[in-house]
């Protein structure tokens, strides 16, 4: 039996996204930039998209702009931020993806731009006194970077506690909400984010495509440069299939939402009870064994297994088809570990081997079951 606890590197496509993906790519090969027939199919499918996502987050439709996915969309942001809007710092946090990390570390490197870091205690909760003083003792214009749910520890960001302390500040405030969106319901009417960015990949959507949510009038101007798609802003011949894909993913995904967040989080629930049986020591990393602070989808655990031993572990979960992650995946095969746990874990279990357990709809208890089974035989 194979088990796919590893939904925060990627999730698997919904039969119905698959197919309305397969319907798309059978009867729509037009260019949407073309004036014929043919790409005006493709533009319909692209524009009635855009507005369904628009709805789905109360955006307006000029307000996304279509994506290659997170990387893209934190990196368009971040670069145009200094670029477009005359942002001289960015104050952003250790425990971001690295998609903001190597992003503001090249843009420092470009730009001469300012990067502070915020504070952020043992469990990885961002210190929202120093991100004030942080905001207070500086004038340059800045823009906040601070992700929404964290891909590695799942804790969750107060996004308009956040978002108000930056606009008082006079600062653009942008979260990664790749491990958010499709997750959890976002009113950008009412949210004060600046930006914002998706990849469908982590919503049951298909790869390769995401969005970036643009406040109107915000000023920004093209990222990548070349035709007039995505209104100059980010040029290049749209994924029609997969941003068809990627609509219908996030339909699915609020259609459901209670219920699948039910299910999930009894999931985790589930996995936290039987795991605190088998290892009574067992630590949760960051705040996800807090269920309010902390998404329903994933537990990051350090467990109390010699250094020696602990080695095997990987490898016997995956003989055993098991599929979970060390750190996150995009760190698998670096040795170097993760910057996120390396900031949050406390002194005592340095040692011990740190796992994330990353759930979906598409799990089970039973799939718990047999985990447990597996690491009792370890
Ligand atoms: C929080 C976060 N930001 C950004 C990314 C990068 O997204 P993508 O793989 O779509 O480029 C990921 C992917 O793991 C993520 O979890």
């Excluded at 994506?67 to 971001?96: F, P």
């Excluded at 003989?319 to 170097?336: D, V």
């Amino acid at each position: 039996m194979n088990i796919y606890f590893d939904n925060a590197a990627t999730t698997p496509l919904r039969e119905e996204v698959i197919s309305t993906i397969s319907k798309v790519m059978e009867d729509c090969f037009g260019n949407p930039s073309s004036t014929h027939a043919f790409g005006r199919t493709a533009k319909t499918h692209v524009e009635t998209a855009r507005k369904g996502i628009a709805k789905l987050i109360n955006a307006a439709p000029n307000e996304i702009i279509f994506t290659s996915g997170g990387t893209e969309s934190d990196n368009m942001i971040l670069h145009c931020a200094v670029k477009d809007l005359d942002v001289k710092r960015i104050i952003s946090s250790s425990i971001e993806h690295h998609a903001i990390l190597h992003a503001t570390d090249a843009i420092a490197q470009l730009f001469g731009t300012k990067i502070d870091y915020v504070k952020t205690d043992s469990n990885g909760v961002i210190d929202l006194d120093d991100l004030e003083s942080l905001l207070k003792n500086d004038q340059d214009k800045t823009l906040v970077s601070l992700m929404h749910v964290n891909n590695e520890i799942g804790n969750i960001l107060d996004l308009v506690q956040v978002g108000n302390l930056c606009h008082q500040h006079n600062a653009y405030f942008h979260t990664d909400a790749v491990q958010g969106i499709g997750h959890f319901t976002f009113d950008m009417e009412q949210l004060p984010v600046d930006f914002l960015s998706a990849a469908a990949h982590k919503f049951h959507g298909p790869k390769g495509v995401g969005f970036s949510f643009v406040r109107k009038n915000t000023g920004l101007q093209p990222f990548i440069h070349g035709g007039s798609q995505e209104r100059g802003l980010r040029a290049g011949t749209e994924s029609v299939h997969n941003i068809v894909g990627m609509c219908k993913a996030l339909e699915l995904a609020y259609e459901n939402l209670e219920t699948e967040r039910k299910k999930v989080l009894e999931v985790k629930t589930y996995f936290m009870e039987q795991i605190r049986i088998l290892y009574p020591e067992v630590q949760f990393n960051g705040m996800c064994d807090d269920l309010v602070h902390s998404t329903y989808t994933l537990v990051n655990i350090a467990l109390p297994i010699p250094k020696d031993k602990a080695l095997m572990l990987d490898f016997h979960l995956d003989l055993n088809g098991i599929a979970c992650s060390k750190g996150s995946a995009c760190q698998s095969g670096s040795q170097s570990g993760s910057h996120v746990l390396k900031s949050v874990r406390s002194e005592r279990n340095e040692d011990w081997p740190s796992l994330r357990f990353s759930f979906s709809i598409l799990n089970s208890r039973e799939e718990v079951d047999q985990l447990i089974k597996v690491l009792r035989d370890f």
